[in-house]
């Protein structure tokens, strides 16, 4: 079974610019999360996708953007680039109905702001 | 709010034994988890506790005490391939996101 696959793995953008991250989920997973994940914060959380809606949504400003498809595939954008958004973006899906509940993570889009 | 502490970094040597400890504060519990990162990768989960005790998985057990808000993750006849970041992650209630402690640098040497 393929894993979480993120898209693309490395960018570089410069202040200002917007930038748009695609995650396909484990199949049949239908929870989408995203987190950042930074040296100096360790991983914080973005938001949730399940069934095309947003569950929950984290403590960042509303230029951090997301949504999910048909396909439960999710993307997260991110409008007027700051040097601070300069990090590793993770995606993780969720199975239903387990009881544990745990995320299976990408490997990451890791995000260069100059 | 939401707090979980973790010490930043740990070294230990190979073939010894490492506890890598973890409080948290929330506002309610729902499951504590760990998870293990190598540098470069994806997080990968390594354990998960509900209930107060130890749960057993090979080498790696790890420890939740709720009423003491505390969890330790234990690390038996380390290699080096456990060089990695374990990380303690805490749902405060229902399906509400995952909330991460910073994570622990954990260094095997030999």
């Known amino acids: 079974k393929a894993g979480v696959t993120q898209t693309p793995r490395y960018l570089i953008k410069t202040r200002g610019q917007q930038v748009t991250l695609s995650c396909s989920p484990i199949?049949?997973?239908?929870?989408v999360s995203w987190y950042q994940q930074t040296p100096g914060q360790g991983l914080q959380f973005l938001f949730e996708?399940?069934?095309?809606?947003?569950?929950n949504k984290g403590n960042f400003p509303g230029r951090f953007s997301g949504r999910q498809f048909s396909n439960s595939r999710s993307e997260m954008n991110v409008s007027t680039l700051e040097l601070g958004d300069s990090a590793l973006y993770l995606c993780?899906?969720?199975?239903?109905?387990?009881?544990?509940?745990?995320?299976?993570f990408g490997e990451g889009s890791r995000l260069t702001v100059l | 709010g939401q707090n979980i502490d973790q010490p930043t970094e740990m070294t230990a040597t190979e073939g010894a034994i490492v506890q890598i400890n973890c409080t948290y504060q929330?506002?309610?519990?729902?499951?504590l988890f760990w998870y293990q990162q190598h540098a470069g990768e994806a997080p990968t989960f390594l354990s998960y506790?509900?209930?107060?005790g130890l749960e057993e998985k090979g080498r790696f057990s790890s420890f939740l005490s709720r009423s003491k808000g505390y969890s330790y993750l234990l690390l038996k006849e380390l290699q080096m391939k456990d060089s990695a970041s374990y990380l303690c992650?805490?749902?405060?209630?229902?399906?509400?996101?995952?909330?991460f402690g910073k994570g622990t640098r954990l260094s095997v040497i030999a």
């Open positions: 993780a899906s969720k199975p239903s109905g387990r009881v544990t509940g745990e995320l299976f």
């Open positions: 199949s049949g997973h239908r929870s």
């Open positions: 996708y399940f069934s095309e809606t947003q569950r």
């Open positions: 929330t506002s309610g519990f729902n499951g």
């Open positions: 506790n509900v209930l107060d």
């Open positions: 992650a805490v749902r405060d209630r229902g399906n509400t996101p995952l909330v």
